[in-house]
């Protein structure tokens, strides 16, 4: 049975799984990933991806869910950290939000762990789509909207996305590599003038995690015992 999620707790749940993250050191490990540059980063959660970013980039971080974004300002300015978010949903920006994006003239986007609780689900799916599918819908749907031009406008040069995936055991990396470009190049990233150049597939230790893994399935991934993972996609512009 699916439990609707308010976006209070998903920010609640989401702060335990990202506490998680950073002790596993899981954003260190992505922004080094990340290219130098102008960090656009889409969706700042509670603010522990913004500061691995903000230790080597100048960073402006977009969020719609108001909990999350008041979690993430208390961190940065704990830190004394110069990130800066703002109030906006990608899907329908705010004059301002495109502003601001203009005037920061991002080098590189970070999609990392893209996703919302039910209300933005039901609002941004489909009601022809079954329930079961409103995530992975959902995430597609806001790595479309990430790559329009009020958000990806022409200053950016790289998409860096990142996501909990599930490897069946046996496959090769290559293997789940190769599968993760053809599928992101053919559908979310030539299309809009991108192209995948780096896939890396990253050990996660999810041992103390009560997240439910299962419930973000990978059509890359053969159904069986699968071994989670994390899959960083970074694409560049083509013809750079
Ligand atoms: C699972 S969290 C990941 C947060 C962060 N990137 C990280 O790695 O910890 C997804 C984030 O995307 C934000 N988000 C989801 N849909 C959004 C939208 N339509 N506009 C702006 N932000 C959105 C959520 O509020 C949340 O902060």
Redesign the pocket.
Known sequence: MLVRIDPKTYADN?ETE?TL?ENKEI?KRLNQITPNGNVL??????G??TLALASSHSVLA????VH?VSKARARLAAAKSTAEIVI????EPSAECVTAIRDFSPKVI?G?????HAD?QER?VGADVPLEHWAKKYREN?ED?MLTTNICPPSVEWVHL?GRTGMIAGASADFVSQETKDDYDKYVFLPNGFEVIDVQVLDWDTSDSSFQYGAAPNPNILPGKSIPKILSILAKRKGL
């Open positions: 989401w990202s993250f954003y980063e889409i969706g700042s959660g509670v522990l991806a977009i969020d719609n869910n999350l906006a949903d990608i899907f970070t990392w762990f893209l996703g919302s933005d941004y806001i909207a990142a």
